[in-house]
Every structure is written in C-alpha cells, then in structure tokens.
C-alpha cells in the first residue's frame, strides 16, 4: 500500500518548456488535490478533483491544467512554464471533500 | 472566505522543553480545523484534527490542540518535545462554504535544540 505517489521527485525545465507532474493514489478515494508550496506561503491549492469526471479551480490555476485520468490518477501540466512556477508541488488525496488528505512526498521544480 | 494565522514563523525550544505553536483562524461559519506536519523533504503528515464533540484533542506523537471557538484558536501544544520533533508545522482549516477545500497557515517551523 503505497499511498500517494508522484512522479519525477525532481525536475528543472527552462522558460517556455512543457511538462507533466503525475500523481496516483491507491486507496481508492474519490477526491485528488494540487497544491504548490512556496517559501513562507504555506499550501495553495492549484486545482482539485472533488469525484473521477470533475475538475475545479483553486486558490492558484493560471499557468496550469489537470486531468483526472480515472479514479487514481489525477496529472497537472504546465504548457509553457515560466520562473515564477518553481515550487514545491504536492498531490493529496482523500475518501471525499470533508475527510482527511492524504500527501504525496512532492515534486520540486526549477524553471529557469 | 476563510484563513488562518500562525504568527510565528520559527519557534526555537530546548529538548524536553513544553512548545506551544500558536494557530488563529477566521470564518463565519462552523470550521473543522487540522494541524500538519512536515518533515525534511517530505510531504504533510496528519497530526490532530477537530471536526465537533470535545475541544481538546489529542493527536499522534504526543502532541494535542484545543479548539477555542471564541478566541477563534487552534493552538497545538506539546508537554516535553524531542529532536525528532524538529519540523515544520502546518495549520489548516476547512468548512462548508469553501466546499471543505483546506486552507493552510503560512507554517511555523519548530527547531528543537539538545
């Protein structure tokens, strides 16, 4: 029972490349979460997956899209990276909106 | 809309010293409140949460919050600390008007010194 996982750990891209940042869970929740992490901000999140077929903006969307692939997997992409989106990205997890998220161990990314 | 304040960025303590990290909250409407914590290089770990019934509440590694709904606090305490409990430490709150999406504290990061 691995939890949440993400993938890369690291990754440094330079301005205007694309990626995707992975993430699957496999306790079978229904609710999957984005958030970046940055010096002295805390967590904010950037889109979440409420149930497998919807997605929503949070605090932080612009520069980023997500798709939730099916029940565990939920991706976001940046199409066209810029410096201010090096950061700490994490994915979470939970049974539904009110219960407790569950943290992947993250993905820190340099855009340069 | 709601928030949270933890006032103190850094709070340096000796081993085996009490700790208290001081969480507030605003909102208008009823709350459930967490405390996170994150160790080097890791995700967040869930230590204590308050959804309803008794306001104190005690999480895992010894650590316990009590919900203080006039003074609108979450603060987490902790009676003797250890080394390993260097970390940084995340509040968060969540409540039916923002569709329970959490909303986190900026961290306040324990340093326990021997």
């Known amino acids: 029972n691995a939890g949440v996982t993400q993938t890369p750990k690291f990754q440094v891209l330079k301005t205007g490349q694309s990626m995707t940042l992975q993430c699957a869970q496999d306790?079978?929740?229904?609710?999957m979460y984005w958030y970046r992490q940055d010096p002295g901000m805390g967590l904010r999140l950037i889109y979440y997956?409420?149930?497998?077929?919807?997605?929503d903006k949070g605090e932080v969307p612009n520069g980023y899209n997500v798709s939730r692939l099916n029940k565990r997997e939920f991706s976001l992409r940046l199409e066209s990276a810029a410096p201010s989106q090096t950061s700490v990205y994490f994915c979470?997890?939970?049974?539904?909106?009110?219960?407790?998220?569950?943290f992947g161990p993250g993905t820190r990314l340099t855009v340069l | 809309a709601q928030s949270v304040t933890q006032l103190d960025s850094q709070v340096p303590v000796f081993e085996e010293a009490p700790v208290e990290l001081r969480c507030n909250y605003s909102?208008?409407?009823?709350?459930?409140l967490f405390w996170y914590v994150q160790y080097p290089n890791q995700g967040l770990q869930l230590l204590l949460k308050?959804?309803?019934?008794?306001?104190l509440v005690k999480g895992i590694n010894g650590f316990e919050a009590e919900f203080n709904k006039s003074q609108t606090s979450f603060h987490l305490r902790k009676p003797s600390v250890h080394i390993s409990d260097t970390a940084e430490y995340f509040c968060?709150?969540?409540?039916?008007?923002?569709?329970?999406?959490?909303?986190f504290g900026s961290g306040t990061r324990l340093l326990v010194r021997p």
């Open positions: 979470a997890s939970s049974e539904s909106p009110r219960d407790t998220q569950y």
């Open positions: 306790m079978n929740h229904n609710s």
């Open positions: 997956s409420a149930s497998e077929g919807t997605t």
């Open positions: 909102s208008s409407v009823s709350v459930y």
């Open positions: 308050y959804l309803s019934g008794s306001t």
């Open positions: 968060a709150v969540s409540s039916m008007d923002s569709s329970y999406k959490l909303i």
